[in-house]
């Protein structure tokens, strides 16, 4: 299945990945902060996707490209399903891989709850306090909408 993709994506995907003895193919392009391979193509950016659309057909409307294995860089499609946020949100709490830290006790975290409390009351632009903090102007607006840092 080809679904109208020029060649030439379709070959700098195939030359960009290795096969793992687990089955997995693993993508050695660029790799997002939340760990996905990033594959750049007209419609997209996320390798799995790709790939998904490439070997199974087109992606519906506001669904995800799952992944059997749990391996975020894998992009071999019978790795690969469709399902909801609910159904992807199941699936991890199946495989008991919901409990991550939240807040300070996450390594990955930039912010404090010092910093949470001050972003939420401050009346400064998001563009000010994400560079008074080093984080984007998106993780200002996730603090302030309570989307990151619920527990606070």
């Known amino acids: 299945?080809?679904?109208?993709?020029?060649?030439?994506?379709?070959q700098r995907f195939h030359d960009t990945y290795?096969?793992?003895t687990s089955g997995c193919w693993n993508w050695q392009g660029q790799i997002s902060?939340?760990?996905y391979g990033r594959y750049r193509y007209p419609g997209g950016s996320y390798a799995h996707r790709f790939s998904y659309t490439v070997?199974?057909?087109?992606?519906?409307?506001?669904?995800y490209v799952c992944h059997t294995?749990?391996?975020?860089?894998?992009?071999?499609p019978e790795h690969l399903?469709?399902?909801t946020h609910d159904d992807n949100m199941a699936d991890k709490k199946r495989k008991n891989r919901q409990n991550h830290p939240h807040g300070e006790l996450n390594s990955s975290a930039v912010l404090t709850e010092t910093d949470v409390h001050f972003i939420r009351a401050a009346r400064e632009s998001a563009g000010s306090l994400a560079k008074r903090?080093?984080?984007?102007?998106?993780?200002?607006?996730?603090?302030?909408?309570?989307?990151?840092?619920?527990?606070?």
């Open 133 to 152: 903090y080093g984080v984007s102007k998106h993780a200002i607006w996730h603090v302030k909408s309570r989307r990151t840092w619920q527990h606070i």
């Open 18 to 20: 290795t096969v793992e």
């Open 81 to 83: 399903w469709i399902g």
């Open 33 to 35: 902060t939340s760990g």
């Open 55 to 63: 070997h199974k057909g087109k992606i519906p409307d506001g669904m």
């Open 69 to 76: 294995c749990d391996n975020p860089v894998c992009v071999n």
């Open 1 to 10: 299945m080809m679904h109208n993709i020029e060649p030439k994506y379709i």
